[in-house]
């Protein structure tokens, strides 16, 4: 069921559309791989991410575990002592090693080193992306590399006061890391879409992939904040597909039960609630990504572009082995369309391998003999 907020197959195959999206496509990481000479070398660092990504996934779920077995029998929610769940673990740092001197400050350190590393990758992606797509390429404005840096800076700024717009909104959302990975299902999905159809269906046009990835994006942003207003307006039912574990207050101390209840708000009216907002977060990039293929596929059907005039590079070499289990007929038609890719273009750039050297770091001589 789509609705439970975690199974196995949403964790299994929602997690990995997201994680596809963050790893295959974002900017950030695109942008990190080009800054190495070899392919070999980013496939390498993206092995050795795995080990420390899945080391801190350990021990952030550990931790989680430390938290809920320390508070299960004093709920610091229900006796208001923190507001949202996104407290309780620095409440748990301030009980347990707040006597110790500089703990809580290396603590309080490493979540805003953490927070603004990723924050400045972030801001510099966005500027990037940008210059080059919108203002270079979109607008054919040429700029000098003075200028343009300076262009870069300041849309960096821009793009810094948009985000710290964006943190009074964060008081909304249901949590930090869930509303994290709903935004890259959202955002991400759509993304991962449009190159899944550049690189594997050589037929698929620019229309087509605009259409599939735009109405992908209006579809889980509507999904998406429908849950968020939904949650708000009291009509999502948390118990059923988001059930908590079983908590209670009869061991805390006597000062946290001296606390003013707060009122029951009242849910808005009027709202309409459909059972499309009771999808799990999880599910959000995997449906943006088959909404953004399907429909792309639909729409370049009406117009196809002609794979014979393709650069072959541009296609994924692994096309006609993702059907090699299909039946016979199926499998030599896409290896004929496969064989095809290319055959009438003209003054196709040669070089040695293409993708196995970052060209940013061969000179100018070298690149005129490939």
């Not at 963050?22 to 980013?42: D, E, P």
């Not at 404005?141 to 300076?150: N, S, V, Y």
């Not at 792309?296 to 196809?304: D, M, V």
Request: glycine share 10%.
């Amino acid at each position: 069921d789509m609705r439970r907020r975690h199974t196995l197959w949403s964790l299994v195959i929602g997690g990995f559309f997201t994680w596809i999206s963050i790893y295959g496509i974002n900017q950030t990481q695109v942008q990190r791989y080009l800054t190495v000479k070899k392919k070999s070398q980013a496939v390498k660092a993206i092995w050795l991410n795995v080990l420390g990504i899945g080391s801190l996934l350990l021990i952030c779920a550990y931790a989680g575990l430390v938290v809920f077995a320390f508070y299960h029998d004093c709920d610091p929610i229900t006796t208001r002592q923190v507001e949202k769940k996104d407290q309780i673990f620095p409440l748990f740092v301030m009980q347990v090693m707040g006597d110790y001197p500089g703990v809580p400050g290396l603590f309080v350190a490493g979540v805003f080193s953490g927070a603004l590393s990723t924050v400045s990758s972030g801001l510099n992606s966005l500027a990037a992306v940008c210059l080059r797509d919108f203002i270079q390429s979109g607008c054919s404005i040429q700029l000098t590399e003075t200028r343009a840096t300076f262009i870069t800076k300041m849309l960096a700024v821009a793009f810094g006061i948009c985000g710290y717009g964006v943190v009074f909104a964060v008081k909304y959302l249901p949590g930090v890391l869930e509303a994290a990975l709903g935004i890259f299902g959202i955002v991400g999905g759509p993304v991962l879409g449009a190159f899944t159809l550049g690189m594997f269906f050589p037929f698929a046009n620019s229309l087509g992939a605009f259409v599939g990835t735009f109405s992908s994006l209006i579809f889980t942003m509507w999904m998406g904040f429908g849950q968020t207003v939904a949650k708000a307006a009291q009509t999502y039912d948390g118990a059923r597909w988001s059930p908590k574990m079983p908590v209670s207050t009869e061991n805390c101390p006597l000062a946290w039960y001296n606390y003013t209840v707060r009122a029951t708000k009242e849910p808005f009216t009027p709202f309409t609630h459909l059972e499309l907002y009771e999808v799990s977060y999880m599910w959000f990039s995997a449906i943006a990504w088959a909404w953004c293929v399907v429909v792309g596929i639909l729409i370049s059907l009406f117009k196809p572009t002609n794979h014979r005039r393709l650069d072959r590079r541009l296609i994924c070499p692994a096309l006609p082995s993702l059907f090699a289990i299909w039946p016979r007929r199926v499998r030599d038609w896409i290896k004929n369309i496969y064989d095809e890719i290319g055959a009438d273009l003209e003054d196709v750039t040669k070089s040695n391998g293409p993708g196995a050297v970052n060209m940013g770091y061969i000179g100018e001589k070298r690149k005129e003999k490939m």
